[in-house]
C-alpha cells in the first residue's frame, strides 16, 4: 500500500491452477487428501481436499500454527475441502499440513502432507521521492500502527460459518488482472515491506464490486489505503479493497456477490488512481487473483 505506483505489471508469483493434483499425502480410516498443486510459492493459495469412504463429520486443519476451516459443499457427504494460505513472506521450505476430525459415524481420521514452499518471483522497485513521502511524522507512524493492530485483530478472527458460496471475482467490470502483488519497494536506500496486494489502475468513480458475499467488518477512511473496506467472507477469509474515493457499505452490512461496496479513487498515500485488492487468509497475505482462479471451473 506504501506509496502503490499504478502501472500495470504483470501477475507475478501465480501458481497454475488447474485440475486436483492426485494424492498428496496420507490419511488413516481409508480417506485421501489432495491438494490443488503439487508445489506453492509464497503468496499462493491453496485447496485441500479430504475425501472419505464414510460420510466426514467434522474436519480441521493445522498449517504451521494457524487452523485450516473446513467446509463441505451441499450433496457432498464424503468430502470436506479447505483453504491454505502461503503468506507472502513466509520462509521458502517444506512444511506440514496436519488434518484430524472423524466421519459421522466416530470414526478418527488424520491426514499429513508435505507442502513445499518456494521463493515467490518479485519484483523490486528503488525509488526516489522527497523526504516528506517516505517518512511519516510521528503523529502518522502511530495512527498507521495503531490501524495495522486493528486490521490485524479483524484478519485473527474467523467467522464459523462461510459466507461465501461459488466463485469469486475481480472486483472491477472487465479486469481479469492486475500488477505488483509481493513487489518490494526501496524508498530513498531503504527497503519497505512488500505489497500485500493487486493494483488495478482504473479511472476515479469506477463501481467496486464485492468479490464475493460477505459482512463488512471495517468501512473508513486509514492512513496508508485511504478509504478503505474490508469484507469478511468466513472462514477466515477477508478481501480488501483500498484508495476508495467513496465508501458505499457500512460495518456489519451483509452484501451479495457483485454487489458495489465503493468507487475507485486515490485516497491514502498514493500516485494516482487505483483499487488496491487484498485478500488475507488465515492471516496469510495470498495474492487474491488465485482466488478467482481456484474457484475458476
Ligand atoms: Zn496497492
Not at 517516505?134 to 462461510?162: G, H, M, Y
Not at 468513480?205 to 492512513?223: D, K, N
Amino acid at each position: 500500500m506504501w506509496f502503490a505506483a499504478v502501472c500495470l505489471g504483470p501477475s507475478l508469483g501465480l501458481l497454475p491452477v488447474g485440475a486436483m493434483a492426485k494424492e498428496a499425502g496420507n490419511c488413516t480410516a481409508g480417506a485421501t487428501l489432495r491438494l490443488s498443486a503439487p508445489v506453492s510459492s509464497q503468496g499462493s493459495l491453496l485447496l485441500v481436499e479430504v475425501k472419505s469412504p464414510k460420510p466426514l463429520a467434522e474436519l480441521k486443519g493445522d498449517w504451521g500454527g494457524r487452523s485450516v476451516p473446513f467446509w463441505q459443499d451441499a450433496g457432498r457427504e464424503r468430502v470436506q475441502r479447505g483453504l491454505v494460505g502461503v503468506d507472502l513472506e513466509k520462509a521458502a521450505g517444506t512444511y506440514d499440513l496436519k488434518v484430524t476430525g472423524q466421519t459421522a459415524s466416530g470414526e478418527k481420521i488424520s491426514c499429513r502432507a508435505m507442502v513445499a514452499v518456494r521463493k515467490g518471483r518479485f519484483a523490486t522497485e528503488s525509488l526516489h521521492v522527497e523526504n516528506e513521502f517516505v517518512e511519516p511524522n510521528p503523529e502518522q507512524i502511530k495512527r498507521a500502527d495503531e490501524e495495522r493492530q486493528r486490521l490485524r485483530e479483524i484478519f485473527d478472527r474467523a467467522t464459523p460459518e462461510r459466507l461465501w458460496n461459488g466463485k469469486f471475482r475481480v472486483p472491477l467490470d472487465g479486469v481479469s488482472t492486475g500488477g505488483n502483488f509481493g513487489k518490494r519497494r526501496i524508498l530513498n536506500g531503504k527497503p519497505g515491506s512488500p505489497h500485500g496486494g493487486v493494483d488495478f489502475p482504473a479511472i476515479t468513480g469506477t463501481p467496486v464490486h464485492a468479490a464475493q458475499r460477505g459482512r463488512v467488518a471495517l468501512a473508513e477512511e486509514l492512513f496508508f489505503s485511504g478509504n478503505t473496506v474490508v469484507l469478511d467472507h468466513g472462514l477466515g477469509i477477508y478481501t480488501f479493497y483500498g484508495h476508495l474515493s467513496e465508501i458505499d457499505v457500512k460495518v456489519g452490512d451483509d452484501l451479495e456477490a457483485g454487489a458495489v461496496l465503493g468507487k475507485v479513487g486515490a485516497t491514502g498515500r498514493v500516485t494516482g488512481p487505483h483499487l488496491h485488492w487484498g485478500l488475507t487468509v488465515e492471516r496469510a497475505r495470498v495474492n487474491p487473483l488465485q482466488i478467482v482462479r481456484l474457484f475458476e471451473n
